[in-house]
């Protein structure tokens, strides 16, 4: 896989040249198995699966087929790249799965047309990871009355009845990850009143606004709060746009949040055209190049919160217990739980080694 320079200038900046993604965070209850970062076919792909190890979860073993529908947005986004490409590998572990990809289209109208004529094909489950949660939410309901079970990835479903599973990462969990480990470095350096910036991802998702809400919580108990903040679009070129009008705005600053790696490659080029270095930086989601950064320490990145793309895999692997009537062999109830909700955890210096080869 091509790696990024994080500091590359604005002109290599394009968001289709991005394949950045996450780190990954097991759901260790799932699947009792390696994690392989690679598909073994000399691509270069570093998915995130499970294997199917029958000996060690007896739900691994081949059993009745099952026919997963799935539809994510396109793959533009580093992280987005990662949760497709996660899904399609996780597939191809069960010989008992038949992977049937629908095109998301460039906007939630094209997603749901999209979806309602995948839900005509009847498959025994569908996977979406939607443009938008709310503006999906009857995609759901229509195939969950349709009876088809409903895997809602990422960006949640306001409505209950419109998915059997809803599997995602800890959105206000990031934030507090990120604002206690600057409280914690702030204390080190012995900074009590420092000027913190924020640069968010896209504020109409909801995700978003429970990244903030985290963060201003954690900092808030600390005695701190976000000195500026502004909202990129998940991709490098608006991250540095963001992030050089934030930089103009706060001519000196302790502490900096963006909330997502593949942004921060564009704010950390902003911050090198700033010639600026009197900060630190904490990231989101654990891209490969921000886990490089980070143990490299040549940069103002010194950690990066996790949220994984690791959870397509999983929910792949569920949405195939589901199909087949299922529960998870590690529990003691016999049905797929309704909620699973990935935990963040922080990367930095001194354990980026263990998270390097769980990056993209």
Request: glycine share 10%; proline share 4%; charged share 20%.
């Amino acid at each position: 896989m091509t790696q990024h320079d994080p500091l590359r200038p604005v002109r290599d900046l394009s968001r289709r040249r991005l394949l950045l993604g996450g780190a990954a965070v097991g759901a260790g209850a799932l699947l009792t198995a390696c994690t392989s970062n690679d598909t073994g076919d000399g691509s270069g792909g570093n998915e995130q699966v499970k294997a199917a190890d029958s000996s060690a979860n007896p739900n691994s073993a081949p059993g009745q087929k099952v026919v997963i529908g799935f539809s994510a947005p396109a793959a533009d986004h580093g992280w987005l790249a990662a949760i497709t490409k996660n899904a399609e590998a996780q597939a191809k572990v069960f010989s008992d799965v038949e992977f049937k990809t629908v095109a998301a289209g460039a906007d939630a109208a094209a997603q749901r047309a999209a979806l309602s004529t995948l839900i005509s094909q009847k498959p025994n489950v569908i996977v979406m990871l939607p443009h938008d949660g709310k503006e999906l939410n009857a995609s759901g309901l229509e195939a969950m009355k349709a009876g088809i079970p409903v895997v809602n990835l990422d960006r949640a479903f306001p409505d209950a009845l419109a998915y059997r599973l809803q599997i995602k990462g800890d959105n206000y969990g990031m934030g507090v990850a990120a604002g206690r480990y600057i409280g914690e470095q702030m204390k080190a350096k012995g900074i009590t009143n420092p000027i913190i910036g924020e640069i968010a991802g896209m504020d109409e998702l909801e995700l978003t606004k429970e990244r903030s809400a985290g963060f201003a919580a954690e900092l808030a108990v600390l005695g701190f709060k976000v000195a500026n903040r502004r909202a990129a679009r998940f991709t490098a070129d608006t991250g540095q746009a963001e992030a050089s009008q934030l930089l103009r705005a706060l001519p000196k600053m302790d502490a900096l949040w963006n909330h997502d790696d593949d942004q921060g490659i564009g704010v950390l080029a902003a911050v090198k055209q700033a010639n600026r270095s009197e900060f630190i930086m904490v990231g989101g989601a654990g891209s490969l190049a921000a886990i490089q950064a980070i143990a490299a320490d040549n940069s103002v990145l010194k950690a990066t919160v996790t949220y994984s793309p690791s959870m397509a895999s999983s929910a792949i692997s569920l949405a195939r217990l589901i199909g087949q009537g299922k529960g998870m062999s590690d529990l003691v109830e016999l049905q797929v739980p309704k909620e699973i909700t990935l935990a963040s955890e922080t990367i930095t210096k001194e354990n980026a080694s263990a998270y390097t080869k769980l990056g993209f």
